[in-house]
């Protein structure tokens, strides 16, 4: 077991006066002596006790016996190494290899975000930049950096420029601040520099509900069986856009656990069945097939070529863009996050039939929590239901 030892190191400031600090020291692998300092004495002006110094002594003593952190110090690294090692370490997780508790892996999309992130500091900052060099003043100018759009050219899409939304700022500081969390454990840096910056999401307005009448409209006007499926899994079924593109007829899939279950439309029990989720770690679940849904995906499966693999058979390219084009060519307007608000109607009407909301969460496939913040919302024949009572 490495010894931990606590030591009181006199030290002169600049202004001449001489001053202790408490400091721990261990020995390396190699035998040298690492240290850190944890405060200066209550005795110089400081607020760490003899009693508190010793506390800190026997958890680092604690800490490098349970391989919780390392025995040697790490080296400075630039923020273009990090990246590559903080993504490489994120995709592996850190639970059950002897590291600090509640590092898991990250989902690849959330290693993107992150990526993301760095891209923007390394833009910023440089990539021969050092990670613990970066601090409150550092970090609030490349905050103001992110709002004023100068680091629009980290984005391989495009090299135009532009600001951020407010939301989107909020995103990369809670990426930022979550980032440094991590080098912050495995004592990369001393500090997280973003940790007083709020990155709470701003409230967002309420889903646009669309009504039955105008998504009969939306049908109707839809160039092709594909896109009268696309829409109706969305408005009637309250899936996720990329989760109705790529919906098949029939088949079996594995989820993450290696279990086997049936992956489409199930015409017999009439339930739309989804094997895996991108966006949340629900596995598995079913969702009713409505009788107008049914009509719907019966006629797309009477028209579909031989061979057809997915329901919908569109590309992933510019969906929003030729959703909002045939919602325009209905004649009307076409609403804020398109397929969002679709999925969010469903679920209202869902909670208005009377479904318990654990159920409709259920075939939603997210919480109570997110259904009552981002979902469910009174809608206008609610409040007219009232006020015809009253």
Not at 13 to 37: D, F, I
Not at 223 to 250: D, I, Q, T
Request: a positive charge; proline letters at 5%.
């Amino acid at each position: 077991m490495n010894r931990v030892y606590l030591v009181e190191a006199p030290r002169k400031l600049p202004s001449g006066k001489h001053v202790s600090y408490y400091v721990l020291r261990w020995p390396s692998t190699n035998g040298k002596m690492q240290e850190q300092s944890i405060g200066r004495s209550r005795k110089s002006g400081g607020k760490l006790t003899r009693a508190e110094a010793e506390e800190h002594r026997q958890k680092k003593e604690h800490d490098i016996g349970a391989g919780r952190v390392p025995v040697n110090k790490p080296q400075r690294m630039t923020l273009a190494d990090f990246s590559e090692h903080y993504k490489q370490r994120r995709r592996q997780g850190d639970r059950g290899r002897g590291y600090l508790r509640g590092a898991p892996k990250l989902q690849e999309t959330t290693i993107a975000e992150h990526d993301m992130t760095l891209r923007y500091m390394m833009l910023h900052f440089g990539d021969n930049h050092t990670l613990d060099s970066i601090g409150l003043c550092d970090a609030s100018a490349f905050v103001d950096a992110l709002e004023a759009g100068k680091l629009a050219k980290a984005r391989r899409a495009s090299a135009r420029g532009y600001g951020m939304g407010d939301q989107t700022v909020r995103g990369h500081i809670r990426n930022a601040k979550a980032i440094f969390n991590w080098a912050h454990r495995f004592e990369l840096v001393s500090t997280n520099p973003f940790a007083e910056f709020d990155g709470k999401p701003l409230p967002s307005d309420p889903n646009h509900y669309v009504p039955l009448t105008d998504f009969e409209r939306v049908i109707q006007a839809a160039p092709s069986h594909g896109w009268r499926a696309m829409f109706a899994l969305c408005r009637l079924a309250g899936l996720r856009r990329e989760a109705a593109r790529v919906l098949p007829w029939s088949g079996y899939a594995m989820d993450s656990d290696g279990r086997k279950y049936w992956n489409g439309v199930d015409w017999e029990r009439k339930r739309v069945c989804l094997v895996g989720n991108h966006k949340t770690r629900c596995s598995y679940r079913e969702v009713p097939i409505c009788p107008r849904l049914y009509d719907i995906l019966l006629g797309v499966f009477d028209s579909a070529t031989d061979g057809a693999v997915t329901i919908t058979g569109l590309s992933p390219n510019n969906l929003t863009r030729l959703g909002q084009r045939i919602v325009q060519s209905a004649g009307l307007t076409p609403w804020p996050k398109l397929y969002q608000a679709m999925r969010s109607s469903c679920e209202n009407d869902w909670k208005q039939g009377g479904v318990a909301e654990a159920t409709y969460c259920t075939w939603a496939g997210h919480s109570p929590t997110v259904s009552r913040k981002h979902y469910v919302a009174p809608t206008e024949a609610e409040y007219e239901a009232i006020s015809r009572v009253a």
